[in-house]
């Protein structure tokens, strides 16, 4: 007997059934380390995060999901900031763990999902996104929305790093389950994905993320949006 849909966790699991399993699919993404993946060999942080850190941002206690190997989790605690680190892939949890060891900073790591981590409402200063978001299916938009505006304080920022639609295909989003497939992550127009965020953040910079050679020690590809948003009141 096919388990009911009764409420949206199973609307949502139903769904996520129509794709591939993510937790697998990372697990083997980062079991290869010197595959020619950019982020793999450079251990610096994204110019954009940087940025924003020398313009003033100063969180106390930062989220950063889908944080692979560390990179910028590592960035962060060096600034001074409390952070809490998640990755669905076991792999990437370990090479981060010994990246941070490396580095000499202490980071809360946790293999899990966004959508399974425990956390006390309100707490951060800061939730940064490189690359998760364009991951998502289109209906864990609604829950990852939710979960930002949870656990952000009262005016709390965000961060993303996003593909545009020269990182990746511009599938809409009844493609995705017509097709089964995100067909490598979706990329977004700015307008596509503004407006999943507008009326929840004031958008406080958007734009192409600079191309940066690598051995300047930050990391930079302009085939990615990313933005600072803070959370409306």
């Known amino acids: 007997m096919k388990k009911a849909i ?11 059934g129509f794709l591939r ?6 697990d083997h993404f980062y079991k290869d380390r010197t595959k020619e993946i950019p982020f793999f060999k450079n251990k610096g942080p994204d110019e954009n995060l940087v940025e924003y850190f020398t313009n003033g941002l100063a969180p106390e206690r930062v989220l950063e999901i889908g944080c692979g190997p560390s990179r910028n989790a590592v960035y962060m605690a060096k600034k001074g900031c409390q952070v809490d680190a998640l990755d669905v892939s076991s792999n990437a949890i370990e090479w981060a763990k010994e990246r941070a060891k490396e580095e000499e900073v202490n980071i809360e790591f946790h293999c899990i999902s966004l959508f ?3 956390f006390e409402a309100h707490t951060y200063d800061f939730i940064y996104d490189c690359g998760l978001f364009h991951h998502l299916a289109p209906h864990r938009r609604l829950t990852y929305l939710e979960i930002l505006k949870k656990a ?21 989003d ?10 490598g992550g979706i990329g977004y127009t700015e307008e596509r994905l503004k407006e999943v965020f507008v009326n929840d953040f004031n958008i406080l ?13 930050l990391f930079g590809e302009n085939f990615l949006w990313v ?6 009141n």
């Open 116 to 118: 399974d981590f425990k």
């Open 6 to 16: 009764l409420n949206y966790e199973d609307l949502n699991e139903m769904l996520d």
């Open 205 to 217: 910079n958007f734009r192409e993320m600079k191309k940066i050679n690598h051995m300047d020690g």
């Open 227 to 232: 933005s600072l948003m803070q959370l409306r």
């Open 21 to 26: 399993e993510p937790k697998e699919f990372w």
């Open 174 to 183: 009844w493609e995705v389950y017509e097709k089964g497939s995100l067909h």
């Open 152 to 172: 952000l304080k009262k005016d709390g920022y965000f961060g993303i790093v996003c593909f545009n639609t020269e990182g990746a295909l511009g599938t809409p």
